[in-house]
């Protein structure tokens, strides 16, 4: 009888240090998601910048459509540029399908290049991608100084440039929005601006984006 007391005890002993070691984990958990803020589009670009006029370049999208990148008439333009064997652009094809549907102010183009047309004909096929404007074209992607995919360029309703940079999840996809929307350069020009010294919220790392 003995034993068993003594065994029930040493049970609520450990449930107790259990529940103090949960609640310690918990408070940490908390104090680092507030720490580290959320990361933006990173932004690498030396060729254009926030601010800039829009490189007006005109194209021909693969369904026939001919039109200007840059040049829009009061509505948007968000650029996103990705490759048929990009894993990571694969995996937001279904945040821009949803985005086609809710931003309905902002015109969607997909972009890319390379020769073999009917290899990009058979990836919008796959992926069901009939719905977007999908563009090949080296010169659109150079002018915009596109280095590293996915990268997404959004452009106001009066043709220049509103955020733009690397964007490897919907997070980042969503930030070029929010950017626009706080009238700055980034997500990390907002919550770092150049007068606070950068303290208090951890920096993205260009590590991570590649």
């Given at each position: 009888m003995?034993?068993?007391?003594?065994?029930?005890?040493?049970?609520?002993?450990?449930?107790?240090?259990?529940?103090?070691?949960?609640?310690?984990?918990?408070?940490?958990?908390?104090?680092?998601?507030?720490?580290?803020?959320?990361?933006?589009?990173?932004?690498?670009?030396?060729?254009?910048?926030?601010?800039?006029?829009?490189?007006?370049?005109?194209?021909?999208?693969?369904?026939?459509?001919?039109?200007?990148?840059?040049?829009?008439?009061?509505?948007?333009?968000l650029?996103?540029?990705?490759?048929?064997?990009?894993?990571?652009?694969?995996?937001?094809?279904?945040?821009?399908?949803?985005?086609?549907?809710?931003?309905?102010?902002?015109e969607?183009?997909?972009?890319?290049?390379?020769?073999d047309?009917?290899?990009?004909?058979?990836?919008?096929?796959?992926?069901?991608?009939q719905?977007?404007?999908y563009?090949?074209?080296?010169?659109?992607?150079?002018?915009?100084?596109?280095?590293?995919?996915p990268?997404?360029?959004?452009?106001?309703?009066r043709?220049?440039?509103?955020?733009?940079?690397?964007?490897?999840?919907?997070?980042?996809?969503?930030s070029?929005?929010?950017?626009?929307?706080?009238?700055?350069?980034?997500?990390?020009?907002?919550?770092?601006?150049?007068?606070?010294?950068?303290?208090?919220?951890?920096?993205?790392?260009?590590?991570?984006?590649?």
């Amino acid at each position: 009888m003995e034993m068993l007391i003594g065994a029930v005890v040493v049970l609520w002993v450990l449930v107790l240090v259990l529940a103090v070691v949960v609640f310690a984990l918990a408070r940490q958990i908390g104090v680092l998601y507030e720490r580290v803020a959320p990361a933006g589009a990173l932004m690498i670009n030396q060729q254009v910048k926030v601010g800039d006029a829009a490189p007006e370049i005109g194209v021909e999208a693969l369904n026939g459509r001919n039109f200007t990148i840059g040049q829009v008439a009061g509505s948007g333009q968000l650029l996103f540029f990705l490759s048929p064997d990009c894993p990571i652009c694969k995996t937001l094809l279904p945040v821009l399908k949803t985005m086609l549907k809710s931003e309905k102010a902002v015109e969607i183009v997909l972009m890319s290049d390379g020769d073999d047309v009917a290899e990009h004909e058979r990836f919008v096929e796959k992926e069901s991608l009939q719905k977007f404007d999908y563009v090949l074209s080296e010169v659109v992607g150079r002018s915009y100084g596109v280095g590293k995919l996915p990268y997404g360029v959004l452009i106001d309703g009066r043709g220049v440039i509103a955020s733009l940079g690397i964007v490897n999840s919907r997070e980042h996809l969503e930030s070029l929005f929010e950017a626009q929307e706080l009238g700055v350069a980034s997500i990390q020009e907002y919550l770092n601006p150049p007068d606070s010294g950068g303290e208090g919220v951890t920096q993205f790392d260009p590590k991570q984006a590649s």
